[in-house]
């Protein structure tokens, strides 16, 4: 497997298993973006300003869950385990 789409699996799977939101500099790889775009643009997360922050936010919800999960499901990677230092606290 490609390393580019290890790391947007890893990081999709993280976020459909915490539900959580984080920014681009909590991933703990350079330029996280290259990542996390392509993951929007394909509509398996969602991407954008909350609450009035100055940056965007990647997560996971209601309207995406179902088809993050099916992705995942077609790569095999429903059960791989999530690198630790993937996400900075």
Do not use: W
């Amino acid at each position: 497997m490609k390393k580019s789409l290890s790391i947007k699996i890893q990081l999709l799977k993280y976020l459909v298993e915490t539900k959580e939101l984080i920014t681009a500099s909590q991933v703990n790889r350079s330029n996280a973006n290259q990542y996390l775009i392509p993951l929007a643009e394909q509509g398996l997360i969602k991407r954008g300003y909350i609450n009035g922050s100055k940056c965007k936010f990647a997560y996971v919800d209601s309207d995406v869950i179902e088809k993050a999960k099916s992705f995942l499901n077609k790569h095999n990677a429903l059960n791989i385990t999530i690198d630790i230092n993937l996400i900075r606290a």
